[in-house]
């Protein structure tokens, strides 16, 4: 006989507890800081709307006249930021996206109706922090179109930029015709074309007759 057969009422007390105790779990556990909305095919796919890209030309008005319905942020480290980024805009580098002060800071925008515009070195480094944001449900980030690389190529005439699709081909990270070119002057070193070189067969000489 099991000796829980004996006190029946202890048993009941133990489970009472223990199904309390994973209540109580589950009431006070924290909530994850972010709940995925789309898929990532989905994300993928909203790249085909035009509704998920801010234009060079518009980039304009928000420097001049410095809405407060649109906030651009420089997804690159504050060294790169230092060095140069759009009047205006706030350095939150991809390392520190998802931290929960970031998160609360994105919410209270999406609900104040504020559009937020993500830019990188170029269009395609901040793909990936946008792409996350709509994932998670904020539907009210964009991204710049070109990056900051064909905003500094054509600052000083933003406006014309609506007649030009530039910002779709990008601008190559590095110059390897330039890094492979010699440096200091120095020419490329050739070695002269080598003639080949005739061969010629030695003739068999004849043994001489006759011995000692």
Known sequence: MH?????????????????????????????????????ISESVKALEESDAYFYPWELENVIHEKPD??????????????QGHIPGAENLSASVLSREENIE????LRDMGVTVVLYGGDELQANGPWMLYRQVGFNNVKLLKGGYSYYKEHKDNLALTKNDDGYKTGFPRYDYAEMAAPKDGAAFHTEPESKPVPVRRRE?????AGGC
Not at 3 to 26: C, M, Q
Not at 105 to 108: E, P
């Open 3 to 39: 000796i829980h057969e004996l006190n029946p009422w202890r048993t009941l007390i133990a489970l009472s507890a223990f199904v309390l105790i994973l209540i109580i779990g589950f009431l006070t556990r924290p909530k994850p800081l972010l709940t995925y909305e789309k898929t």
């Open 69 to 82: 319905n649109i906030v651009l942020f420089d997804i690159r480290d504050n060294f790169v930021f230092g």
């Open 105 to 108: 800071r994105m919410k209270k």
């Open 204 to 208: 068999k000489t004849n043994v001489a």
